[in-house]
């Protein structure tokens, strides 16, 4: 399996996801021509993606979903209720529905969405399977629930959340109701708390993570990155760990 964060951020999310001949995007919320753009940096022709995966129906996860759908035939899998406050075009396109705890085929990908904690009508994350190789893709989550630390463990990838650091968003310029937001236990996840997984956890065989949805207000790569390390090399000495961010496309991940 091979994966690439194509950017992350609340301007926009979209993973590549690829085995064999079967090629996924989980979310769509890069703005169109820039998702034509960084696949094309990658290698990938648009008009060979399968389909696209939504974790849940915010803009900066769905903003290219219906003119990617619309211009190559791309199906959409996404959850009922998500779709239902979602734009009434993506309802007119070809679309699956899907729903936590029941897996489905795409090529030779095996993909199993899961509940996450999130301010959203019915938020999901993935766990993908293809091969002897699994990876977990999880955005957008206020806290790591039972449900979902029992979901990605055993990964050989983790693609997680690191949005903010909690001095930062403390001290920083957001308004109060939206810092409360970002803190509760259905905003985002901060540096701190992901710490806290890997610590107590985390069960070492991950081999990679990548950190995803980094805050530009209210986290620094760096402070994310060296939280992260230090919290995973209490378990494992073997587990790199890899940053993304909203204007670069991170390295290709070879699992």
Not at 7 to 16: A, E, L
Not at 224 to 244: G, N, P, R
């Amino acid at each position: 399996m091979r994966v690439c964060v194509l950017g992350s951020g609340s301007s926009g999310n979209c993973t590549f996801v690829e085995h064999g001949s079967t090629r996924l995007l989980i979310d769509a919320g890069l703005r169109y021509k820039d998702t034509i753009e960084r696949l094309s940096q990658i290698g990938v022709d648009v008009s060979t993606i399968q389909g696209i995966l939504i974790s849940h129906e915010h803009n900066d996860h769905i903003e290219a979903a219906e003119p990617l759908a619309r211009n190559f035939q791309v199906p959409v899998f996404i959850s009922p209720r998500a779709l239902d406050y979602s734009p009434s075009e993506l309802h007119l396109l070809p679309h699956y529905p899907i729903a936590a705890d029941v897996p489905f085929q795409i090529g030779s990908i095996t993909i199993t969405p899961f509940a996450t904690p999130h301010d959203s009508v019915d938020p999901l994350a993935f766990a993908l399977r293809a091969g002897n190789t699994r990876a977990c893709i999880v955005t957008d989550i206020g806290f790591i629930s039972e449900n979902v630390r029992e979901r990605i463990l055993r990964s050989d990838l983790l693609v997680i959340e690191s949005n903010h650091d909690l001095e930062m968003l403390k001290t920083g310029p957001y308004p109060w109701p939206l810092k409360q937001r970002v803190m509760s236990n259905f905003g985002h996840l901060s540096n701190e708390a992901l710490a806290y997984f890997f610590t107590e956890y985390f069960d070492g065989t991950g081999r990679r993570v990548v950190l995803i949805h980094l805050s530009r207000q209210n986290n620094h790569p760096q402070l994310a990155y060296v939280s992260a390390l230090q919290a995973l090399e209490k378990k494992s000495k073997d587990t790199s760990v890899i940053l993304s961010t909203q204007d670069e496309i991170s390295e290709m991940i070879e699992l």
